[in-house]
């Protein structure tokens, strides 16, 4: 697996962009994400307890929450997400607290290769672990994506 890498001006954050020969079938595809590192858990979406979504790009919101499990201390979070169309996407990544605030650690437009994998590193700017983490995706009308967020120790 060839392995090119490249960072965009945030702190505590690093974009790996692995290249990945699995296919996309048409109606609900076989992602190949990689398997999570034994110091990494997948976490699940809120509204489907599913650990790994295909979205379609439509009008409106396009966030999606990623719960954070309690009863454990987490350092950093991995955000992947596999587009099925070349394109250009706006990213963004927001840590939600339990006090209320929330904390916008990656925002960027850019280029995606379709059936590649990306994935977004980021740490809590605060000493509070979040209670969620959210993937705010943007890009042409009808692209579709599949995305999975871990939390690593």
Request: proline share 5%; glycine share 4%; with cysteine.
């Amino acid at each position: 697996m060839k392995m090119s890498k490249f960072c965009f001006s945030a702190s505590a954050i690093s974009i790996a962009l692995l290249a990945s020969s699995s296919g996309i079938a048409n109606a609900k595809p076989e992602v190949n994400f990689p398997s999570a590192p034994s110091n990494c858990h997948a976490l699940k979406e809120i509204a489907t307890g599913d650990t790994i979504l295909r979205k379609t790009i439509k009008f409106g919101d396009q966030n999606t929450d990623f719960a954070v499990p309690t009863g454990r201390q987490y350092h950093y979070y991995i955000a992947r997400m596999i587009p099925e169309n070349n394109a250009k996407y706006t990213v963004a990544v927001n840590l939600k607290y339990n006090t209320g605030n929330h904390a916008t650690v990656f925002s960027k437009t850019a280029y995606f290769n379709r059936l590649q994998l990306y994935k977004l590193k980021v740490q809590s700017p605060v000493a509070h672990q979040p209670y969620q983490v959210n993937l705010d995706i943007n890009g042409p009308v009808n692209n579709v994506y599949n995305i999975s967020v871990l939390a690593c120790r």
